[in-house]
């Protein structure tokens, strides 16, 4: 979708467009409100910004989606599209720690570990998820809450386009 046809068409449509970067009715609703933008940066820096602090209810929510880090992921759901494109290649030993890691984080944390893969190595996710490991349940939320904002930002910015080029 064009960034035009974003800022002017119907709510129902807008939130259609937002919905697949992130399934948050409270972030939706901040998005498509803030319309008319004048670039996609501009609603790019809207994503980041929007209904912050998510609550934990809400977060746990969107975590609910993610496949870990690091897996296989199949089927044909948005999500499982979205990870695909966003995960760096991982081989059978990083595959391995991460799978490790994953169980660890999941131990201490009970939620999914959420990390921006976008141009990130499979060696730098699995530096940062040991790193995280560390945080308190409050410091993690806070890393959980920008994570998620900035797959967000990153997926909807590719959705939605300026005069027929990628933003």
């Not at 709510?11 to 919905?19: D, G, H």
């Not at 820096?45 to 975590?63: T, V």
């Not at 349940?137 to 990153?154: H, M, P, S, T």
């Amino acid at each position: 979708m064009l960034l035009e046809e974003f800022n002017s068409t119907g709510r129902t449509e807008a939130v259609a467009a937002v919905k697949p970067a992130l399934d948050i009715p409270r972030w939706i609703d901040a998005i498509v409100d803030g319309r008319p933008y004048a670039s996609v940066e501009e609603l790019s820096a809207a994503a980041l910004a929007a209904a912050a602090p998510l609550s934990e209810a809400e977060l746990d929510g969107a975590l609910a989606h993610h496949p870990r880090i690091g897996a296989k992921v199949d089927g044909t759901s948005a999500e499982a599209a979205h990870s695909r494109r966003e995960q760096p290649s991982v081989d059978d030993a990083t595959a391995a720690a991460l799978a490790e890691g994953n169980r660890a984080y999941e131990e201490r944390f009970d939620r999914v570990f959420l990390v921006r893969a976008a141009g990130r190595s499979a060696e730098e996710i699995l530096a940062l998820l040991q790193e995280r490991l560390g945080n308190t349940e409050e410091e993690e939320l806070a890393v959980v809450d920008q994570q998620l904002r900035e797959i967000a930002a990153l997926r909807l910015k590719a959705a939605i386009e300026t005069e027929g080029a990628s933003a």
